[in-house]
């Protein structure tokens, strides 16, 4: 089957007063409209509306000066700059531009009369300003009536021109409030015709603080109709996924019981109760849409391995893709381990088999010889065909793109196959309730019996020789131990420990030690040998990339060392660190940090440090990320909240949810209006 081409983007085109270019570099803001630039709202304000004396500057306030220029020369100091003199009748100023172009030297000629704004610093000479904004005006010019709005703009969009743009249609478009009054009175909401205006072109008199931290009820109008509009969007494709037609997949439940039964362990409580509901699921007639989360080591593989037998026991087949090659195959050894006593096959799908293994493999899938796959994205490639597709689980569904997702779905003929998505990175509650409301969430709480406490320890990159003697000690005491390298080779902005340079280190330093290396450029029969290698206790010490971030589970690994772990997030040092503590064994992750540490990377190191919780760090990353980077705009596939803040908006957020449903049962042409003005242009960002 061909491949179909990818459509063609559809040109851009103007509309009145905005030409075809300009058009252009507006839709890389994401603006296609009139309506759209009144929905582009300030990321700050500076106040322009007073002039301050020179004598009353204070240094590192942003403050306005008007001034006549006295003086004005390029100077050659170390680097090429503009030096100007702007004097009142206080005191003088000096002006500094480090980059410069012809019309600013213009701007400062000698007896123009500017106004400048900026944060002055004081220098030898007095208060300086560096690059601040200057603009020529007329004595007694009168001043702006409302705060100066800051935009999001674009490479060749400067923000004056931007600014202007979005004022003249400020007072020329209007913008409909669809939400009836009612509604809005029950919710103390601000009418639109009196939010965006006040948001575009504020009063000086208004509460600063309250734009400034978008609590001002213009700011939580706007915010509600984002969160609004998201709900809205997410409750429509969950409808639309019912509607579809899914294979009813009930079984006398005998391989179920049969896998149960040869099982050297038990399930804990929280895995019998999202079986259960997988299984409520599966009998329904519309595809399953479940998201089973679990912190690291939650056992989630069980659960989805007794969801595929579901499907197998009623005709159906099944498929796991996982996002990289290690992790997949981890999981088709295990399901191989589990299923074979039960003389079911697993067909193995990857970018390293031969093309007569693949071959022969995918024809097994396509006569349903074979009812079940484990593979790597080389499972949505043709030519594999899973004519029986009922059940497609996606681990680590948060590094698939949407796409990608769908393409595996898309392997079903003529029906729509149940999905099952997994995560070991835990969702925050309101993170789940605004990005993934179409789906239904199975939470795996427990940890199975077994699994030992992991302590965590800081350690600067100059005690390295006292790290190197714990991992010595760790192996003489029969131990294994992995240490984490961010990186493979030499980076020329990035002045790292590699991972090469680190095992040639270990090597010379633990002579008496097998050690063992690992990494992404490696070939995949190698990576498998190695970490074969490593499993079966021959090597003491794998030194890897994250490669090993997931999907290795060796319980005679006792001790994590990870490499400027300043470097990694938090849900990566999270994952890590949980490839240790699965044996009996008290188990250790050093996380070893060097250099001056910025803000964000000591928050981090101390999140991961105090806390265990994987649900809990997934809060604090949340909090430090923002939600657009916890999600990923490619990953999630539902529009992305510009102006909502989703750690300090919950009681809207409930709001919004409630109202959603509301509409879309008793006042769907309203639903339908608010989600058009949001979403026009952009509805390539929702779910299919």
């Known amino acids: 089957m061909a491949k179909a081409k990818a459509a063609a983007a559809p040109p851009v085109r103007g509309w009145p007063g905005v030409g075809t270019q300009l058009a252009g570099r507006l839709v890389k803001l994401d603006i296609h409209g009139p309506q759209d630039l009144l929905l582009h709202l300030p990321l700050r304000y500076e106040d322009e509306t007073r002039c301050a004396r020179i004598a009353e500057l204070r240094g590192g306030e942003p403050m306005q000066v008007e001034g006549e220029v006295t003086d004005c020369e390029v100077r050659i100091r170390g680097r090429r700059q503009l030096v100007a003199q702007i004097q009142d009748d206080t005191g003088t100023l000096t002006v500094r531009l480090l980059n410069f172009y012809p019309q600013q030297q213009k701007q400062l000629e000698p007896g123009k009369r500017v106004r400048v704004f900026g944060e002055a610093r004081g220098g030898m000479f007095g208060f300086e300003m560096v690059h601040p904004r200057i603009r020529t005006v007329d004595a007694g010019e009168p001043l702006p009536t409302s705060l100066t709005p800051v935009y999001p703009t674009t490479a060749g969009l400067a923000q004056s021109a931007l600014r202007k743009l979005i004022e ?20 103390g909401l601000m009418s639109l015709a009196e939010a965006i205006p006040l948001l575009h072109q504020p009063p000086p008199e208004i509460d600063g603080s309250a734009l400034d931290d978008r609590s001002h009820p213009a700011w939580q109008r706007l915010k509600f109709e984002e969160l609004l509009v998201q709900q809205l969007s997410l409750r429509k494709a969950h409808a639309a996924r019912r509607a579809k037609t899914a294979p009813v997949l009930t079984s006398p439940g005998q391989l179920v019981r049969a896998l149960l039964d040869d099982l050297p362990f038990g399930l804990t409580g929280a895995q019998v109760r999202a079986g259960d509901q997988i299984d409520a699921d599966l009998a ?7 998201l089973l989360q679990g912190d690291v080591g939650s056992g989630k593989t069980i659960v989805a391995a007794l969801a595929m037998l579901r499907a197998v026991e009623a005709g159906w087949q099944a498929a796991l893709m996982a996002p990289t090659e290690i992790l997949a195959e981890q999981h088709y050894l295990k399901l191989d381990q589990w299923l074979a006593p039960l003389s079911i096959s697993v067909e193995w799908i990857s970018g390293s088999l031969t093309k007569k293994q693949r071959a022969a493999a995918c024809a097994r899938l396509e006569t349903g010889e074979s009812m079940l796959a484990v593979g790597t994205h080389a499972l949505i490639e043709d030519p594999v065909t899973l004519p029986r597709l009922g059940l497609a689980v996606v681990d680590e569904q948060h ?13 079903g003929e003529g029906v729509s196959p149940h999905m099952l998505m997994m995560s070991a990175t835990p969702i925050p509650r309101t993170l789940a309730m605004s990005y993934y409301a179409d789906l239904d969430v199975s939470v795996l709480d427990e940890l199975p019996p077994g699994r030992t406490p992991i302590v965590t320890k800081l350690v600067s990159d100059a005690r390295r020789d006292e790290v190197v003697a714990r991992v010595r000690d760790a192996c003489r ?24 340079d680190t095992h040639a280190h270990l090597e010379s330093v633990l002579g008496e030690l097998k050690i063992g290396l690992v990494h992404g450029r490696l070939k995949a029969d ?4 190695t970490m074969a290698a490593f499993a079966e206790g021959e090597l003491n010490v794998l030194v890897a990339t994250t490669v090993i971030e997931v999907g290795v589970d060796v319980p005679n690994a006792s001790l994590m060392v990870i490499e400027h772990a300043e470097r990694f997030g938090l849900a990566q040092l999270h994952q890590l660190r949980g490839r240790v503590g ?10 070893m940090f060097g250099g001056e540490l910025s803000q964000t990377a000591r928050a981090r190191l101390k999140v991961i440090y105090e806390h265990t919780d994987g649900f809990e760090i997934a809060r604090e990353d949340l909090r430090i990320r923002g939600p657009g980077e916890f999600v990923g705009a490619r990953q999630s596939g539902v529009p992305m909240l510009r102006y909502a803040d989703l750690e300090t908006d919950g009681e809207l957020i409930d709001q919004a949810r409630d109202l959603a449903v509301e509409l879309l049962a008793y006042h769907r042409p309203v639903a339908e209006q608010i989600m058009g003005r949001w979403l026009a242009g952009r509805e390539s960002l929702l779910r299919a």
């Open 168 to 187: 003249r249609h400020v007072g020329r478009v209007s913008m409909e409030d669809y939400l009836p009054e009612a509604v809005r009175a029950r919710l």
């Open 284 to 290: 329904q007639p519309h595809p399953m849409q479940r």
């Open 399 to 411: 590094r698939f793109g949407v796409r990608q997702r769908l393409a595996l779905r898309d392997k």
């Open 477 to 500: 005491e029969g131990r294994q131990v992995y240490w984490v390298c961010p990186l493979v080779e030499e980076s020329e902005t990035l002045d790292l420990q590699t991972a090469i």
């Open 526 to 529: 190698e990576k498998r040998a």
């Open 582 to 591: 699965r044996g009996k064994v008290d188990s250790v992750c050093i996380l």
